[in-house]
């Protein structure tokens, strides 16, 4: 009999607040956490994307200098939400070896490589740093949440681009129905605005290049929508099975009632036109625990802003719910937050435990005119969900045809 796995910790800082709180209060109030970088470098090196959604509170004012100082951006957004989420959850004593960490970043340590590379060049091997490689590593989040909590069942790294996070939550899930562990720290954390990712994005045609209105530039699902908005932070789950949070009375959010990974196998890219394995996905979620296709009334969605990823993701919704659709409201939280990359499915999943735990859709911003072909409930202003048991999920998709999928159930 599978285990019943709750959440009952959350924790993040991103573009719209420092904490998972403020974060879900400004999306609420329809807050865009995108603005115009004021780095010199913007302008310096020309880039043609001059804006990002990048984080309202910076980490500086949230860790101590002199353990900032020893990891990379994204490492330290990673325990900044991970602290959060932990304190959140009421934890006091858990044996070490039944505590994991599943974590996840798209990028890895931009900032570290690259500023390292500059100084190799400009001023010689003698002056790289001796940390370079421990701060630019992809796990290097992880290994700074498990040291800093004591978690000794493992500490896990998912890299799978913008599906990342959601992939490490899927992943918690069955670690705890396999008896790994306890209780594990799941999210995912990215630091990408930098000149090169800025650069690249926006060559491939990726970016909205709205640099007069930064806040309306990301608009899922627009007519007029032209890329999505780069942003950065970090986002973290504290999940346990039902089990181990009864026993001690922890506060649950909710349920979270499957995960699940799959791959398009069709473009490095673009995703499938027709969505079938991301179809796939959602169903796999959904059922993991039994439920059916219909027990499904909310969707985060991916929808990222661009021409053909909206499209794709539509189409793979409507193969799995039919004329279902109707019933579902789907929120696309992207338009605020803009897009974290490999912590954009940590946040979401955040946005959808607090959706189900407070029966609110929340609201997606800049949509004016909806493409005429897609055909969704998108919620415009917060919404009250129905009563009832309900279940929602959260999409994520990425570059290399990564599918992966989260469903929730409410408490």
């Not at 800025?198 to 990726?206: C, E, N, V």
């Not at 950065?232 to 026993?247: K, M, R, W």
Request: overall charge negative.
């Amino acid at each position: 009999m599978p285990k019943k796995i709750v959440v009952t910790g959350i924790g993040a800082t991103s573009p719209l607040g420092a904490t998972a709180r403020e974060s879900w209060d400004a999306l609420l109030a329809g807050e865009s956490g995108a603005r115009t970088l004021t780095e010199e470098w913007v302008g310096r090196l020309e880039l043609p994307v001059t804006f990002a959604a990048s984080a309202k509170v910076e980490q500086a004012e949230q860790l101590e200098r002199v353990e900032a100082k020893r990891l990379d951006p994204g490492s330290q957004f990673a325990l900044i939400a991970a602290r959060e989420a932990w304190a959140d959850s009421g934890i006091t004593d858990i044996e070490p070896e039944r505590l994991g960490v599943d974590w996840s970043t798209g990028i890895g340590g931009v900032w570290t490589l690259l500023d390292a590379w500059d100084t190799l060049r400009e001023k010689g091997p003698r002056r790289v740093l001796p940390m370079t490689v421990p701060m630019l590593m992809p796990n290097a989040p992880a290994a700074a949440i498990e040291m800093n909590l004591g978690a000794r069942a493992f500490a896990r790294t998912v890299v799978s681009a913008c599906a990342s996070s959601t992939e490490s939550i899927a992943n918690a899930y069955e670690h705890l129905q396999l008896g790994y562990a306890d209780v594990v720290i799941a999210g995912g954390s990215e630091a990408a605005i930098h000149p090169l990712p800025l650069a690249s994005f926006a060559s491939m045609q990726a970016l909205s290049k709205r640099n007069d209105d930064p806040a309306t530039a990301s608009r899922p699902y627009d007519v007029t929508r032209d890329g999505f908005v780069l942003g950065e932070g970090g986002a973290a789950l504290v999940v346990e099975t039902e089990e181990h949070a009864v026993a001690r009375g922890a506060r649950i959010y909710a349920e979270l009632v499957g995960g699940a990974v799959t791959s398009d196998s069709y473009h490095i890219t673009a995703p499938d036109p027709e969505g079938s394995a991301a179809a796939r996905a959602m169903i796999a979620a959904i059922e993991s625990f039994g439920y059916s296709r219909s027990d499904v009334r909310h969707v985060n969605a991916h929808a990222t802003s661009t021409p053909v990823g909206d499209v794709a993701e539509y189409r793979a919704l409507r193969h799995v719910f039919g004329d279902g659709l109707a019933d579902i409201a789907v929120s696309a939280t992207k338009a605020s937050t803009g897009h974290l990359l490999g912590g954009a499915g940590g946040i979401e999943a955040i946005f959808t435990v607090l959706a189900l735990h407070e029966r609110t859709a929340p609201p997606t911003i800049n949509l004016k005119e909806m493409d005429p072909e897609i055909d969704l409930d998108v919620v415009r202003e917060p919404r009250t969900l129905p009563q009832g048991d309900l279940l929602a999920l959260s999409n994520s998709f990425g570059f290399g045809g990564h599918n992966a999928v989260v469903a929730f159930a409410t408490a």
